[in-house]
């Protein structure tokens, strides 16, 4: 099992069920936006499909970090 980083930017969780035909992901990213702020974006959906996705905007990358 790797070890996550104290404070990741990017983290990619998938869970596999072949039994239950679940083939699943969640994806948390930060990014930084054209005005100084920074964007939390999160995916979501079945793996091998673009699946769902969300954008919160923050001012600052600590508090988008707190979000994560």
Known sequence: M???EMFPKDIRI????PEANMYRFY???LMPDL???VSLLREWG???TQGRH???LFED??????AM
């Open 35 to 37: 005005f100084g702020g």
């Open 2 to 4: 790797q070890q996550l």
């Open 46 to 48: 079945r793996i091998g």
């Open 61 to 66: 990358e600590g508090r988008a970090a707190d």
């Open 14 to 17: 998938e869970r596999v069920d």
């Open 27 to 29: 994806r948390l990213r």
């Open 54 to 56: 969300r954008i919160e």
